[in-house]
């Protein structure tokens, strides 16, 4: 057993005695019915090896991991004119906040928090169509993964998640009134609601962020997906905004690029080493996973991995 899988075995351990877990996204009805129990984590290293333990291979719903990958496909489209459209900056507001959007025009801070992610769904219905997004999605997602067609798209989830996401219609309504949503608002919420929809487990979750260890490339086949230049900006923005009003505890905590979902997954890359996904469905005040942020404290604790040491690379154990 390598040093990897041992160190990730005894943090699913710490993490499975664990006495406070959090609490799950209840205002989500699928979420809200969560086993708080379920802990999976998964790291592949630059050379494809895999680590998994606990429950890595459980489906979960990803939620806003998954505006890593629609603002992968927006700057593949737009490049730099998309920072016309949501700005690079942290916000410093909670994921919904409606707040900034008065004082700044309709413009959101980043494209992590739930105004700018719907700008970039809006990008994407424009450029691919409201029911063809949601397939370009997939088609992006599923080369990166040992078993494509496993990755899909709960529509229950979608569902009830437009039933319920009136703060969303709320925020996409306030953004066409300054001209910055450009599609029906239903066709736009309609693609995001999905894309939060998307399921996969840590290990494909971790396999999917491989593109952003290798600084856009598919590792599987060596084919890139996306520029450097935008691999390196995704990461950049996954440090500084990628928890939200959280990000700069996470950052000093753990120290990588990471980004969040209220479904308890957290994607965190750390550059030319490895992919990790982790998953437990308690969440923090802030609407992270409790757990995850502490398992990923953990493992950079055991490898020096944070990209804040003076030489973060140098003790790798895989």
């Known amino acids: 057993m390598s040093t990897v899988a041992s160190i990730i075995v005894s943090i699913a351990e710490e993490m499975r005695t664990a006495s406070e877990r959090g609490t799950v996204a209840n205002y989500i009805p699928p979420l809200a019915r969560v086993d708080l129990n379920r802990f999976g984590m998964a790291v592949v290293g630059m050379d494809g090896e895999t680590h998994t333990v606990g429950d890595a291979e459980v489906p979960f719903s990803?939620?806003?991991?998954?505006?890593?990958?629609?603002?992968?496909?927006?700057?593949?489209?737009?490049?730099?004119?998309?920072?016309?459209?949501?700005?690079?900056?942290?916000?410093?507001?909670?994921?919904?906040?409606?707040?900034?959007?008065?004082?700044?025009?309709?413009?959101?801070?980043?494209?992590?928090?739930?105004?700018?992610?719907i700008v970039i769904a809006d990008i994407l219905v424009s450029r691919y169509g409201r029911e063809n997004a949601q397939t370009r999605l997939l088609e992006f997602l599923r080369p990166l993964v040992s078993d494509p067609s496993s990755i899909d798209i709960d529509t229950d989830v979608a569902r009830q998640e437009r039933e319920t996401g009136f703060r969303n219609m709320a925020l996409a309504n306030y953004m066409r009134t300054f001209g910055n949503i450009r599609n029906v608002v239903e066709d736009t919420l309609d693609f995001y609601f999905h894309q939060c929809a998307l399921t996969m487990s840590c290990h494909q979750l971790a396999q999917v962020g491989t593109c952003l260890m290798t600084g856009g490339r598919n590792p599987l086949t060596g084919e890139r997906i996306m520029s450097e230049r935008n691999a390196q900006t995704i990461l950049a923005l996954m440090m500084m905004c990628?928890?939200?009003?959280?990000?700069?505890?996470?950052?000093?905590?753990?120290?990588?690029?990471?980004?969040?979902?209220?479904?308890?997954?957290?994607?965190?890359?750390?550059?030319?080493?490895?992919?990790?996904?982790?998953?437990?469905?308690?969440?923090?005040a802030q609407g992270n996973s409790l757990l995850g942020t502490r398992a990923l404290e953990r493992l950079v604790q055991h490898t020096g991995w944070s990209v804040f040491r003076a030489n973060p690379w140098v003790a790798n154990p895989t």
Do not use: C, T
């Open 62 to 117: 990803v939620q806003s991991v998954s505006k890593v990958f629609s603002l992968s496909m927006a700057l593949n489209a737009m490049g730099d004119e998309l920072w016309g459209r949501v700005r690079q900056e942290p916000s410093g507001s909670a994921f919904n906040s409606i707040v900034q959007l008065e004082n700044e025009h309709g413009i959101p801070r980043n494209p992590f928090i739930n105004a700018g992610a």
């Open 242 to 284: 990628g928890h939200y009003d959280g990000s700069g505890a996470f950052a000093i905590r753990v120290g990588l690029p990471g980004k969040s979902g209220v479904g308890g997954g957290i994607l965190a890359i750390a550059p030319g080493v490895a992919s990790i996904a982790v998953w437990s469905p308690g969440l923090n």
